[in-house]
T-cell receptor, first 117, second 111 residues
């Protein structure tokens, strides 16, 4: 089945040690997104790629970077994780245009829960 | 900001009852979507309603949209224990495809 896969499901990293989270998709969607979700909060958009065009949200810290080497893969790099970066990181994809109905909306991966120790 | 506010924050009902969740937002939108999130998992798209639509159905789900009041509601009829999850509204606006999520309603359906 076409899907969005995030690895790993759980990631523990040390304070200040760079970490990379990965996302892959078999949907061939043009757009890929990274969201950060802290406990009991709304998912917050960090950035998104429209094809190879990178779009950063204004309030996304410089500590967060992203790479999209091809259509299928997207990576989230946290250069120096702090305790406040512990969260669930969600990758999502969408078509270029929302067509509505069953074809509309984002497809999310299962997320990576990041713990910073 | 565009972020939606959902009401109630938490809802507990008995199996078989209907569950209604509300979402309010602040600025003009192109569409509004509802997502479901089981504990510790990703979000699953439930339904999308465009700004020129007033009501939409999908199985046991019914969504309404009132753009004059900048609000939407999600009704789940004949709820089941398996419906226990958090439900988020998300709004799409502007020329791009970015979604801004609301704060969510935590639904618990008890047997």
């Amino acid at each position: 089945d076409a899907m969005v896969i995030q690895n790993p499901r759980y990631q523990v990293t040390q304070f200040g040690k760079p970490v990379t989270l990965s996302c892959s998709q078999t949907l061939n969607h043009n757009v890929m997104y990274w969201y950060q979700q802290k406990s009991s909060q709304a998912p917050k958009l960090l950035f998104h790629y429209y094809d190879k065009d990178f779009n950063n949200e204004a309030d996304t810290p410089d500590n967060f970077q992203s790479r999209r080497p091809n259509t299928s893969f997207c990576f989230l790099d946290i250069r120096s994780p702090g305790l406040g970066d512990a969260a669930m990181y969600l990758c999502a994809t969408s078509r270029e245009r929302i067509l509505g109905g069953r074809e509309g909306g984002y497809t999310f991966g299962s997320g990576t829960r990041l713990t910073v120790v | 900001s565009q972020q939606g506010e959902e009401d109630p924050q938490a809802l507990s009902i008995q199996e078989g009852e209907n569950a209604t969740m509300n979402c309010s937002y602040k600025t003009s939108i192109n569409n509004l979507q509802w997502y479901r999130q089981n504990s510790g998992r990703g979000l699953v798209h439930l339904i999308l309603i465009r700004s020129n639509e007033r009501e939409k159905h999908s199985g046991r789900l019914r969504v309404t949209l009132d753009t004059s009041k900048k609000s939407s509601s999600l009704l789940i009829t004949a709820s089941r224990a398996a419906d226990t999850a958090s439900y988020f509204c998300a709004t799409g606006a502007g020329g791009g495809n970015k979604l801004t999520f609301g704060t969510g309603t935590q639904l618990k359906v008890e047997l």
